[in-house]
Nanobody, 124 residues
């Protein structure tokens, strides 16, 4: 079992920045690929970004490419999401998730563990 706890959300003006963190329990963090997803009110959960186990490979949704940066620190069992140039359409609950598989999936159903989410609100 892996427990994920997100933090760092909040209210920010358009053009501002936030850094989300996702701390995980256990000593097997490096055996999981990690992803960030988000869900806005009335919308389905959508893929944001994914990082490989080593951190050497990342994949971003087009909507955040060039503005968001994912990273991980396997020694600290933590994955980060640096969000710059935020837009009102980035407003959502952000979730981190752990994937034990090797398919490189962008689909929520392929992720094994989820955090409780952290709210990000971007005002215009």
């Amino acid at each position: 079992q892996v427990r994920l706890v997100e933090s760092g959300g909040g209210l920010v003006q358009a053009g501002g920045s936030l850094r989300l963190s996702c701390a995980t329990s256990g000593r097997t963090f490096s055996s999981y690929a990690m992803g960030w997803f988000r869900q806005a009110p009335g919308k389905e959960r959508e893929f944001v970004v994914r990082i490989s186990r080593s951190g050497g490979t990342t994949y971003y949704a087009d909507s955040v490419k060039g503005r968001f940066t994912i990273s991980r620190d396997n020694a600290k069992n933590t994955v980060y999401l640096q969000m710059n140039s935020l837009k009102p359409e980035d407003t959502a609950v952000y979730y981190c998730a752990a994937d034990a598989g090797y398919s490189g999936s962008y689909y929520p159903e392929n992720y094994n563990y989820w955090g409780q989410g952290t709210q990000v609100t971007v005002s215009s």
